[in-house]
């Protein structure tokens, strides 16, 4: 879009003309690199003084092209980039993959692999709800509640380590089961920091929860009604602070959450405040969910026995010549689900992570696709921003808990 | 020695040699030490350990040498100027700032004065009022840097600071009229000699916040806000518009910035304890009646010293504690509840005095 | 799964058998893959099948959950793309998956947008992803891409490795309309 000197100047002249001098609106762009948009999303805002009159976002800063990469990979060299869907909350991309392609296998894990996939998720989950409650604290202002939440979130990381290798990319779930089991002593390890993780949040919450001055930050901000929210395809926290008690592990009920006994947290008015008590009430229930969850880990295999779906124990691989095969088979040809297509939603730190895998009997993907939560959030911002003031696009934005990767994929 | 002596005694060399004194031992050295101790601070609130890695050769210091490479680093770093600013207010704008911090020490007494030299700069008959002024002049250093820079995130932030300020000096002013009421004049060293009295004979000092415990409130609120530290730094932003009215500048002017608002954190320290604490007076001090003058010159210096920096930890304090006003919500504390409260004080004060004393 | 909350004196359909019963002759094919319901059904009752969804008792289907589209090209399959929307009720508990079957050189179809808010955005990173013309939609520019990308990636010959022609640097202030009205 290379324009002439003087092209610019005539257009110029033609905005002056159509400019209405009476009015005082700016345009200011809450631009891609700003300290408060966490994964970089750029905002032009039209402000009239400091209230906002329009708003018009822009995303795919983070585009990596996932969606494409795993149509040129096998089955399994996806679950790596899974983990870099959503950042802070991997092990649920993880396990929301590899159950999709159990589904179109028609195999299921066996029962220590889904509590196990049970623990490994709610930590995810309780650590994507600190990393949003934190950043978005620390943008209005409290910044002492972040660093003490990344501090309880280390604790959380420690145990992510032990189990999977890495903090971050944890490339866990096989399918049909786990890569790893969980390591001796990894439970009581687990008792021990969740007790401490409790201690931070009761310190936390009496820091910020009955702060008048926090309150008012975030009170009334960012409200949106049930009816927009459904609209607009709200999922998770998101829609639970609206007042809708739609859980994934509720209604179309996954692994064995059947078994576990929580309870979900609604709010009423949809605003930014209702949706941080949801959150820190959350965070809560998964802790509880862990604990119920380790007192009933049963014994037993962490990978599914069908052939063609897991690689055999090294011991048969090198003992049998059917393991050798199978090894052989699964390494050189990859995964082969059955041709079909499946769509398995799983409740996210954010909503409803729902991956849609469509597979047509070769080992090549034909279409792997994330449903992004985050999408219709940034996507209905313009709605919940326009009448406030500038200062509240950080907490607006902050309590939509965008992360880049899953956004942009 | 003669000649030195009798220099000395000019009251004009005497004004000089104590402006020195006070910026270059007292204003200066507390100002960049708390840009460390901020940070020190912050860190113990916040479970961590904060600078500690500056060095030369083996000495650290536990980080005091964060202050010295600070500076270093700011005198070093390139000096932009955006396209499109206005050059003159651009460059003078950090100054304001930083002389209006130095500048509220002028009329602060240290100690008691010892024959006729006094430990103050200046004892002006109208003392606070001087005050008054001086802050009033630091408005200009954020309204200019925020018009003058090319950018919309930096008017956003002078927008906000001069609302801010001007609002602010009001309720400044009408905190202190009580404070005049209750002793009886403006001049400083007549405050300072008033918080000297004992009430129920040598037990309670007759310290300004046991006066005027609703002043000393709204003052201290007003003084924050004035000087733009937590939680009424909307015009400096931090996540809304990134740095507010300092935002284009770097290298040694945005220094000036930052050290301008550390002075101005001591100062505002000096102030209250002035104004509010007994200044330099040590509570129950004129009990021990044999004590030689010089001890008690020190002594009173050192109790104006620690509290001074008990205010300046506890400003900053506050600042790692409490979120963050939004700026309308800033103007409305101001106006609807600060005013009220200052006006309820200054009508209940008068109607005290008038009918008690 | 497909199953309706409320057991009515009439046996209970499935929702293929819903839409086949409201909209006869619309429905090409359906099937039940591993408890997904997908109900495959023509371009031009599209808009009309998803106004039913949404507001018929029955179905009551409230959240548009997902669209995207899938290319057939290297399966060799006549309709190449196929157009796919995910819905849930929450009311009543059951998902449905719909599908249009578009050909290449006539890669159109009505666009829902009215009947959900979210529809907007999920429409237009379809048409910068595939290409797809979504009739009837207000703003169908690129939504993940920048707005001088050549092609549409997610098709199957768009070739992973390829390069796109270096922008210059577009100034900022283009993009604000200072004289529209609020």
Not at chain 1, 369 to 394: Q, S, W
Not at chain 2, 87 to 112: D, E, N, Q, S
Not at chain 2, 328 to 340: E, F, I, N, R, S
């Given at each position: 879009?290379?324009?002439?000197?003087?092209?610019?100047?005539?257009?110029?002249?033609?905005?002056?003309?159509?400019?209405?001098?009476?009015?005082?609106?700016?345009?200011?762009?809450?631009?891609?690199?700003?300290?408060?948009?966490?994964?970089?999303?750029?905002?032009?805002?039209?402000?009239?003084?400091?209230?906002?009159?329009?708003?018009?976002?822009?995303?795919?800063?983070?585009?990596?092209?996932?969606?494409?990469?795993?149509?040129?990979?096998?089955?399994?060299?996806?679950?790596?980039?899974?983990?870099?869907?959503?950042?802070?909350?991997?092990?649920?991309?993880?396990?929301?993959?590899?159950?999709?392609?159990?589904?179109?296998?028609?195999?299921?894990?066996?029962?220590?692999?889904?509590?196990?996939?049970?623990?490994?998720?709610?930590?995810?989950?309780?650590?994507?709800?600190?990393?949003?409650?934190?950043?978005?604290?620390?943008?209005?202002?409290?910044?002492?509640?972040?660093?003490?939440?990344?501090?309880?979130?280390?604790?959380?990381?420690?145990?992510?380590?032990?189990?999977?290798?890495?903090?971050?990319?944890?490339?866990?779930t096989r399918f049909g089961g786990n890569a790893t089991d969980l390591p001796d002593g990894f439970l009581d390890a687990l008792q021990d920091r969740l007790d401490k993780v409790k201690d931070v949040m009761d310190e936390c919450d009496r820091l910020l929860t009955k702060n008048k001055i926090f309150i008012d930050r975030v009170k009334d901000i960012g409200a949106i009604s049930k009816e927009d929210a459904l609209s607009f395809g709200f999922t998770g926290p998101m829609l639970r602070a609206c007042g809708i008690p739609y859980d994934i592990r509720r209604s179309d009920p996954y692994s064995v959450y059947e078994e576990l006994d929580f309870e979900i947290p609604i709010g009423s008015t949809g605003d930014c405040f209702d949706r941080y008590l949801v959150r820190m009430e959350e965070i809560r229930q998964s802790i509880s969910i862990i604990e119920q969850a380790a007192d009933k880990m049963p014994v037993g295999p962490i990978q599914t026995l069908e052939r063609r779906v897991h690689y055999p124990d090294k011991k048969d691989v090198y003992g049998n010549i059917e393991g050798l095969i199978d090894h052989f088979k699964m390494v050189m040809e990859g995964h082969r689900p059955p041709a079909g297509e499946a769509y398995l939603p799983v409740e996210g730190g954010n909503g409803e992570v729902g991956f849609f895998v469509v597979s047509d009997g070769s080992g090549d993907p034909v279409?792997?696709?994330?449903?992004?939560?985050?999408?219709?959030?940034?996507?209905?911002?313009?709605?919940?921003?326009?009448?406030?003031?500038?200062?509240?696009?950080?907490?607006?934005?902050?309590?939509?808990?965008?992360?880049?990767?899953?956004?942009?994929? | 020695?003669?000649?030195?002596?009798?220099?000395?005694?000019?009251?004009?060399?005497?004004?000089?040699?104590?402006?020195?004194?006070?910026?270059?031992?007292?204003?200066?050295?507390?100002?960049?030490?708390?840009?460390?101790?901020?940070?020190?601070?912050?860190?113990?609130?916040?479970?961590?350990?904060?600078?500690?890695?500056?060095?030369?050769?083996?000495?650290?210091?536990?980080?005091?040498?964060?202050?010295?490479?600070?500076?270093?680093?700011?005198?070093?770093?390139?000096?932009?100027?955006?396209?499109?600013?206005?050059?003159?207010?651009?460059?003078?704008?950090?100054?304001?700032?930083?002389?209006?911090?130095?500048?509220?020490?002028?009329?602060?007494?240290?100690?008691?004065?010892?024959?006729?030299?006094?430990?103050?700069?200046?004892?002006?008959?109208?003392?606070?009022?001087?005050?008054?002024?001086?802050?009033?002049?630091?408005?200009?250093?954020?309204?200019?840097?925020?018009?003058?820079?090319?950018?919309?995130?930096?008017?956003?932030?002078?927008?906000?600071?001069?609302?801010?300020?001007?609002?602010?000096?009001?309720?400044?002013?009408?905190?202190?009229?009580?404070?005049?009421?209750?002793?009886?004049?403006?001049?400083?060293?007549?405050?300072?000699?008033?918080?000297?009295?004992?009430?129920?004979?040598?037990?309670?000092?007759?310290?300004?916040?046991?006066?005027?415990?609703?002043?000393?409130?709204?003052?201290?609120?007003?003084?924050?806000?004035?000087?733009?530290?937590?939680?009424?730094?909307?015009?400096?932003?931090?996540?809304?518009?990134?740095?507010?009215?300092?935002?284009?500048?770097?290298?040694?002017?945005?220094?000036?910035?930052?050290?301008?608002?550390?002075?101005?954190?001591?100062?505002?320290?000096?102030?209250?304890?002035?104004?509010?604490?007994?200044?330099?007076?040590?509570?129950?001090?004129?009990?021990?009646?044999?004590?030689?003058?010089?001890?008690?010159?020190?002594?009173?210096?050192?109790?104006?010293?620690?509290?001074?920096?008990?205010?300046?930890?506890?400003?900053?304090?506050?600042?790692?504690?409490?979120?963050?006003?939004?700026?309308?919500?800033?103007?409305?504390?101001?106006?609807?509840?600060?005013?009220?409260?200052?006006?309820?004080?200054?009508?209940?004060?008068?109607?005290?005095?008038?009918?008690?004393? | 799964?497909?199953?309706?909350?409320?057991?009515?004196?009439?046996?209970?359909?499935?929702?293929?058998?819903?839409?086949?019963?409201?909209?006869?002759?619309?429905?090409?094919?359906?099937?039940?893959?591993?408890?997904?319901?997908?109900?495959?059904?023509?371009?031009?009752?599209?808009?009309?099948?998803?106004?039913?969804?949404?507001?018929?008792?029955?179905?009551?289907?409230?959240?548009?959950?997902?669209?995207?589209?899938?290319?057939?090209?290297?399966?060799?399959?006549?309709?190449?793309?196929?157009?796919?929307?995910?819905?849930?009720?929450?009311?009543?508990?059951?998902?449905?998956?719909?599908?249009?079957?578009?050909?290449?050189?006539?890669?159109?179809?009505?666009?829902?947008?009215?009947?959900?808010?979210?529809?907007?955005?999920?429409?237009?990173?379809?048409?910068?992803?595939?290409?797809?013309?979504?009739?009837?939609?207000?703003?169908?520019?690129?939504?993940?891409?920048?707005?001088?990308?050549?092609?549409?990636?997610?098709?199957?010959?768009?070739?992973?490795?390829?390069?796109?022609?270096?922008?210059?640097?577009?100034?900022?202030?283009?993009?604000?309309?200072?004289?529209?009205?609020?």
């Open positions: 879009m290379e324009t002439a000197p003087l092209e610019i100047q005539k257009h110029e002249a033609e905005l002056q003309e159509s400019v209405d001098h009476s009015s005082s609106v700016m345009a200011i762009e809450i631009g891609p690199s700003h300290p408060a948009m966490h994964g970089i999303v750029r905002f032009t805002t039209y402000v009239d003084g400091e209230l906002i009159v329009d708003m018009i976002p822009e995303i795919g800063y983070l585009h990596r092209g996932f969606e494409k990469e795993s149509e040129n990979s096998k089955w399994i060299q996806v679950t790596p980039y899974t983990d870099r869907l959503n950042y802070v909350s991997p092990l649920l991309n993880n396990i929301g993959y590899a159950m999709a392609v159990e589904k179109l296998y028609g195999v299921e894990a066996p029962r220590r692999a889904e509590f196990t996939r049970v623990i490994m998720g709610e930590i995810s989950r309780i650590t994507d709800h600190m990393t949003c409650l934190g950043a978005s604290a620390m943008e209005v202002g409290a910044f002492t509640f972040f660093l003490w939440f990344i501090k309880a979130r280390e604790y959380l990381w420690e145990l992510v380590e032990e189990v999977t290798g890495a903090r971050l990319t944890t490339n866990w279409r792997v696709r994330l449903r992004p939560p985050c999408f219709n959030f940034v996507e209905a911002m313009p709605k919940m921003t326009i009448g406030h003031y500038i200062a509240d696009i950080v907490p607006i934005f902050g309590s939509i808990n965008m992360i880049g990767g899953e956004l942009d994929r | 020695m003669q000649i030195l002596l009798e220099i000395l005694s000019i009251p004009l060399v005497q004004s000089l040699l104590k402006i020195v004194v006070v910026i270059l031992l007292f204003a200066m050295p507390l100002g960049t030490l708390m840009t460390l101790m901020e940070r020190k601070w912050s860190a113990m609130i916040q479970d961590r350990v904060g600078p500690n890695r500056a060095n030369a050769g083996n000495f650290t210091g536990n980080g005091l040498l964060h202050i010295a490479a600070d500076g270093l680093k700011s005198i070093f770093k390139e000096d932009t100027m955006p396209e499109g600013s206005d050059r003159f207010l651009f460059l003078i704008a950090p100054f304001f700032g930083l002389i209006a911090g130095v500048a509220t020490f002028a009329i602060i007494p240290f100690a008691a004065p010892i024959g006729d030299f006094k430990f103050q700069i200046a004892d002006v008959e109208p003392g606070l009022l001087f005050i008054f002024a001086i802050t009033s002049l630091s408005v200009y250093g954020a309204v200019l840097a925020g018009a003058s820079s090319n950018s919309k995130y930096a008017l956003l932030g002078g927008t906000r600071a001069s609302a801010q300020m001007l609002s602010y000096e009001v309720f400044m002013g009408l905190a202190l009229m009580g404070v005049f009421m209750v002793y009886g004049s403006t001049r400083v060293s007549d405050i300072v000699d008033g918080q000297n009295q004992y009430w129920f004979g040598s037990l309670i000092p007759q310290w300004g916040v046991f006066t005027q415990p609703l002043g000393f409130l709204l003052f201290t609120t007003a003084l924050i806000a004035e000087t733009k530290r937590a939680p009424f730094d909307a015009p400096e932003g931090e996540s809304e518009i990134v740095a507010g009215y300092f935002l284009e500048y770097s290298g040694m002017r945005w220094s000036a910035f930052m050290l301008a608002e550390y002075v101005a954190v001591v100062g505002v320290a000096s102030l209250i304890t002035t104004l509010f604490f007994g200044g330099y007076h040590v509570p129950w001090l004129h009990l021990w009646t044999s004590a030689p003058e010089w001890l008690v010159r020190i002594l009173q210096v050192l109790k104006f010293s620690l509290f001074v920096i008990f205010f300046c930890w506890f400003q900053i304090q506050l600042r790692w504690t409490v979120p963050k006003f939004r700026f309308d919500q800033t103007m409305a504390l101001g106006w609807k509840k600060l005013l009220p409260l200052s006006l309820i004080n200054t009508v209940a004060t008068a109607v005290i005095i008038l009918i008690f004393v | 799964m497909s199953e309706t909350a409320t057991p009515d004196a009439e046996a209970a359909l499935t929702l293929t058998q819903l839409i086949a019963h409201e909209f006869p002759g619309t429905v090409r094919d359906s099937h039940n893959h591993r408890g997904d319901e997908t109900v495959i059904i023509k371009r031009e009752a599209l808009h009309r099948v998803c106004k039913f969804l949404r507001d018929d008792e029955r179905c009551k289907f409230e959240l548009m959950v997902d669209l995207t589209a899938v290319d057939y090209l290297e399966q060799g399959r006549d309709p190449r793309f196929d157009v796919v929307y995910h819905f849930k009720s929450l009311s009543l508990g059951h998902r449905l998956r719909l599908k249009v079957q578009l050909n290449e050189d006539d890669l159109r179809v009505a666009s829902i947008h009215d009947l959900w808010d979210a529809v907007d955005w999920y429409e237009r990173e379809c048409f910068d992803m595939f290409g797809i013309d979504f009739e009837g939609h207000p703003n169908l520019i690129r939504l993940l891409m920048y707005e001088e990308f050549e092609g549409h990636p997610l098709r199957k010959d768009y070739p992973m490795d390829r390069q796109q022609p270096i922008m210059p640097l577009r100034e900022v202030e283009e993009r604000h309309e200072y004289g529209r009205k609020f």
